[in-house]
């Protein structure tokens, strides 16, 4: 893909593993003037970026705010109108739980051209590292992704009485008795499987397996980390030897 000076490319990164970067971002990368990425993307792949592209960190992590979006939109907007190539890097899928609609509303107001190159989305890492379908004919039909900001009132199953559903849960923080409590709350079972992955697609990628009736007394993993849940999950290898990811472990 020949990228266009003043267009701003929002771009996934993937969960980490630079394997897992699509061929259309690692080639965009590779012509960037500019590249504006999140704190989570893999340090790798920003070295993926062509030598001379100005490179800016912009992520907000944890409450600890560096630059505001609001700075962001305008760092954008800024670099494109002066003709440059411009890829705005998020890990994961820009479209998921990224404030790619902010960023895409202030770029239509501004009339700056955007295109947006799909990424691997922890979810998708997550289960895979972990060898289980995530819609299964026998059990799952309805996948929902949802953020834990707030998730207590979105994780009903009352109209899913058959529990065919699995939750994927990002940003799920480390209080996880009142995770337990709002999906008790919600109808979910207790004996319903839960994975915990943290660092999916990456060297330092743990995985953990209990229930929701166990969740209380689990320990946090380490940040980045996902929860799914649901019956599909009976389906993951129960094993510790979880497949290598595909760069391999030293
Ligand atoms: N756009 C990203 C999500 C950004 S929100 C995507 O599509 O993946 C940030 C949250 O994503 C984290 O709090 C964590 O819950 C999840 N996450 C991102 N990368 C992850 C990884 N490698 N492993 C596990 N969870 C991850």
Known sequence: ???????????????????LLTRRALHLLQQADVVLHDDLVAE?????????AKRVNVGKRCGTKKITQQEIHALMIEHARAGRIVVRLKSGDPLIFGRAGEEIRALTEAGVPFVVIPGVTAAFAAAAASGFSMTDRGGASRLVLESGHHAEERTRVTDDPHHATTLVRYMPGSD???TQEGLLAAGWLPETPVLLVSCAGQRRQRIHRTTIALLHATAPL????????GRSIAMA???????EIAHGQS
């Open 1 to 19: 893909m020949n990228a266009r000076a003043g267009t701003v490319y929002l771009t996934g990164a993937g969960p980490g593993d630079p394997e």
């Open 44 to 52: 790798e792949i920003v070295a993926e970026s062509r030598a001379g």
């Open 176 to 178: 996880y008795r009142r």
């Open 222 to 229: 380490p940040a980045p980390a996902i929860l799914l849940i």
């Open 237 to 243: 290898p129960l094993r510790d030897d979880i497949p």
